[in-house]
């Protein structure tokens, strides 16, 4: 899943925009995406995906965060950002978004895609890229 221009149903936040900018005139020091945010709000009643809006500053129904495993650069401007649930973790649940979320708490990118069932008796793993 990226978090590139041109996918609708991936944005990145306006409050991710605004420290970015305020980080890059030397305002503030930005804080570093520590984890990720996932949910079951981002198809609608009829099991249809509902692109995120760039003024969201939570996912439509938020039900879990973990911090993140670890992250890579696969290429001088992409950061890939990869999480893994447990086996337990999210047991039963439908997942339709997901997100990154600072050291500050605020969530930064959400991915909407079409609900996603995790069993009890396997993990599952996250990749998300930022991209610039």
Do not use: W
């Not at 198809?43 to 509902?50: A, R, W």
């Not at 973990?66 to 997942?95: H, M, Q």
């Amino acid at each position: 899943m990226s978090a590139e221009a041109g996918s609708k149903n991936v944005i990145i936040t306006k409050k991710a925009r605004e420290k970015l900018v305020k980080a890059r005139a030397g305002a503030i020091v930005l804080p570093a995406v520590v984890g990720m945010v996932f949910g079951d709000g981002g198809i609608d009643s009829e099991g249809k995906v509902v692109p995120p809006a760039e003024s969201q500053e939570a996912l439509s129904h938020e039900i879990f965060r973990k911090e993140i495993d670890g992250y890579s650069f696969p290429e001088d401007t992409t950061c890939r950002y990869v999480c893994t649930l447990s086996d337990t973790e999210l047991a039963g649940e439908s997942l339709s978004e997901v997100g990154l979320y600072d050291a500050e708490g605020d969530i930064v990118c959400i991915k909407t895609f079409l609900a996603k069932g995790k069993d009890g008796d396997l993990e599952m793993t996250f990749t998300l890229d930022d991209i610039f």
